[in-house]
């Protein structure tokens, strides 16, 4: 059985990658501000040290997630 709706939806959002640097440079912002910027990471599958290489990538899921709190 195929999933639908909302369940459906996030499962072809999981399907896209956001580069690692975008949510590098939004943590970075956050941290300038004077912010606690280890609050973004919470619960995520990935750390600030994954997004220290160049090449990494991030479920545009996670992503959404990491934004909003930010």
Same mark, same amino acid.
């Given at each position: 059985?195929?999933?639908? *709706? $909302?369940?459906?939806?996030?499962?072809?959002? *999981?399907?896209?990658?956001? $580069?690692?640097?975008?949510?590098?440079?939004?943590?970075?912002?956050?941290?300038?501000? *004077?912010?606690?910027?280890?609050?973004?990471?919470? *619960?995520?599958?990935?750390? $600030?040290?994954?997004?220290?290489?160049?090449?990494?990538?991030?479920?545009?899921?996670?992503?959404?997630?990491?934004?909003?709190?930010?």
């Amino acid at each position: 059985m195929s999933a639908s *709706g $909302p369940d459906k939806e996030r499962q072809m959002l *999981g399907l896209f990658l956001v $580069p690692g640097a975008y949510l590098r440079v939004l943590a970075e912002t956050v941290r300038q501000l *004077g912010y606690n910027d280890r609050l973004l990471y919470e *619960g995520l599958e990935f750390s $600030p040290d994954d997004l220290k290489s160049n090449d990494s990538r991030v479920f545009v899921t996670d992503a959404i997630i990491m934004a909003k709190r930010a």
